[in-house]
């Protein structure tokens, strides 16, 4: 098949911008959705599966192809204030599009474009997938009765990468990052009124020794070889003056690049956890929740990645280690061939998760020119 790339990038660009004034967090993305569906239908698409969780599927060229190969996207922001002052800022207070899932989404949709002007010899399937960043989405469409008409035979997902040169090609063989889950850490106790002094004392002394668990204690030991430890969410008390609450709620991430290493990380918190508890003379209870597998990359496909990046002459960055941060996109790739890979978003792009961060435009037209010739580098080899 002869193709040559073609998409109209203004309209690409005015869509992207248009998600990015209107976010919805993991969960709510019916809006985003609609959106998205009016976008894409206008390029014709064979089947469309719309999924419980607000994740769509558009089905491309041969739906009896031999092969089915999937690209996926992540469509949810976060909530997060917006911190610059853009023409299309978020209209939503407290939601924003800090991850860049909004370029991701262009991108995919640019895809679309692309592949809706040729014959193709194989069923490609373009995933917008809701609430990756609770880790929920994935599971909800591949659950979805649904999945099993459009299951891949390889899947293929990416995300912008501040810190490195735009449009570079970020690659890892094997776990691309790693396993995380999240745990709900609730101490329960006695409630009393503020006018004793020392009626939260053990609630104190247990969020102080929380706080030193996840920023020394945990450092201490061989464990921190092994991976990491965060706290990223504190809820203890009314905003009142008269009571002294009965309960203190920590969330804790564990970090980590094997199952085993997760598991013992696990462990440790618990015995930890139960420690304190003891002798502060509370009650402790342990809720695990978004638990996400690594992302492990496919060697076939990381070598048909790189060999695409390579005859567009672009820069291939290989990764040392994995990245720290959880992606559901691992849920994927413990069924199916899969491939992860980053792409650079600017060394002086902010942060992912920042205020200030927002998905720079410019990467958007060659973000799609390379997955379109990506597709056609696999459907000449597969």
């Known amino acids: 098949m002869k193709a040559k790339f073609s998409v109209d990038i203004k309209k690409i660009i005015d869509f992207r911008q248009k998600l990015h004034k209107f976010p919805e967090l993991s969960g709510q993305e019916k809006k985003t959705a609609e959106y998205i569906k009016h976008f894409i239908s206008r390029f014709n698409p064979r089947e469309i599966y719309?999924?419980?969780?607000?994740?769509?599927?558009?089905?491309?060229?041969?739906?009896?192809?031999?092969?089915?190969?999937?690209?996926?996207?992540?469509?949810?922001?976060?909530?997060?204030?917006?911190?610059?002052?853009?023409?299309?800022?978020?209209?939503n207070k407290g939601v924003s599009h800090k991850c860049g899932h909004d370029g991701h989404?262009?991108?995919?949709?640019?895809?679309?474009?692309?592949?809706?002007?040729?014959?193709?010899?194989?069923?490609?399937?373009?995933?917008?997938?809701?609430?990756?960043?609770?880790?929920?989405?994935?599971?909800?469409?591949?659950?979805?009765?649904?999945?099993?008409?459009?299951?891949?035979?390889?899947?293929?997902?990416?995300?912008?990468?501040?810190?490195?040169?735009?449009?570079?090609?970020?690659?890892?063989?094997?776990?691309?990052?790693?396993?995380?889950?999240?745990?709900?850490?609730?101490?329960?106790?006695?409630?009393?009124?503020?006018?004793?002094?020392?009626?939260?004392?053990?609630?104190?002394?247990?969020?102080?020794?929380?706080?030193?668990?996840?920023k020394e204690t945990f450092y201490h030991t061989q464990l921190a070889e092994k991976g990491d430890l965060n706290l990223t969410y504190l809820d203890y008390g009314k905003p009142t003056f008269g009571i002294s609450p009965d309960e203190l709620i920590v969330h804790i991430v564990p970090r980590a690049y094997s199952v085993q290493d997760l598991e013992e990380i696990m462990d440790f918190v618990e015995k930890e956890m139960k420690a304190i508890a003891h002798e502060n003379s509370l009650e402790v209870n342990f809720i695990y929740t978004e638990d996400a597998p690594a992302i492990y990359n496919n060697a076939e496909l990381v070598e048909l990645l790189v060999q695409t990046a390579k005859e567009e002459q672009g820069q291939v960055i290989y990764l040392q280690e994995p990245f720290s941060w959880g992606e559901d996109f691992g849920f994927y790739t413990v069924r199916y061939r899969g491939v992860y890979f980053g792409i650079g978003a600017g060394k002086d792009t902010p942060q992912l998760h920042s205020r200030e961060y927002d998905f720079p435009d410019e990467i958007i037209l060659p973000s799609i020119e390379f997955l379109f010739k990506f597709y056609l580098k696999l459907s000449q080899n597969l």
Do not use: W
């Open 105 to 214: 989404t262009a991108i995919l949709a640019g895809l679309a474009e692309a592949l809706s002007r040729y014959d193709l010899p194989d069923r490609v399937v373009l995933l917008f997938q809701s609430s990756e960043e609770t880790l929920s989405g994935a599971l909800g469409v591949i659950s979805d009765k649904q999945f099993a008409q459009i299951e891949p035979d390889v899947i293929i997902g990416f995300h912008n990468i501040p810190g490195y040169e735009k449009n570079s090609i970020l690659v890892r063989r094997d776990e691309f990052n790693a396993y995380v889950t999240g745990i709900k850490i609730v101490f329960s106790g006695k409630s009393a009124h503020a006018a004793y002094a020392r009626a939260n004392e053990n609630f104190l002394s247990a969020l102080i020794k929380v706080t030193q668990l996840t």
């Open 50 to 91: 719309e999924f419980d969780n607000n994740s769509l599927a558009f089905v491309f060229g041969n739906t009896q192809g031999s092969e089915t190969i999937m690209f996926r996207a992540d469509i949810d922001a976060l909530p997060i204030n917006e911190g610059e002052e853009l023409p299309y800022r978020s209209v």
